[in-house]
Nanobody, 114 residues
């Protein structure tokens, strides 16, 4: 099995930057894609970006140009710039195995406020 754990959340002012990390453990060779999602209060969880084993990245439209996903083997990062109050949410790391199993982290809170 695979486990993932996020770190790096916190508070940031509008216009600021923040970087989140996610470390995967367990049967890491079974991981195909890793990704970041977020869930704001009262809203559904939404995709931010994914990074496949083949090196392909995919971003949601709102994340393009402000968010960058990086990955090195079993660790991924989400670099966020020009942050806005609407970026306030719980951010989740996800790992998808080649067999289709999905694993979620517990999430890390990101708050953007003056």
């Amino acid at each position: 099995q695979v486990q993932v754990m996020e770190s790096g959340g916190g508070s940031v002012q509008p216009g600021g930057s923040l970087r989140l990390s996610c470390a995967a453990s367990g049967v890491i060779f079974s991981i195909d894609a890793m990704g970041w999602y977020r869930q704001a209060p009262g809203k559904q969880r939404e995709l931010i970006a994914t990074f496949s084993t083949g090196g392909m990245t995919d971003y949601s439209d709102y994340a393009k140009g402000r968010f960058t996903i990086y990955r090195d083997k079993n660790t991924e990062w989400l670099q966020m710039h020009s942050m806005r109050p609407e970026d306030t949410a719980v951010y989740y790391c996800n790992a998808q195995t080649f067999s289709g199993r999905s694993t979620w982290g517990q999430g890390t809170q990101v708050t953007v406020s003056p």
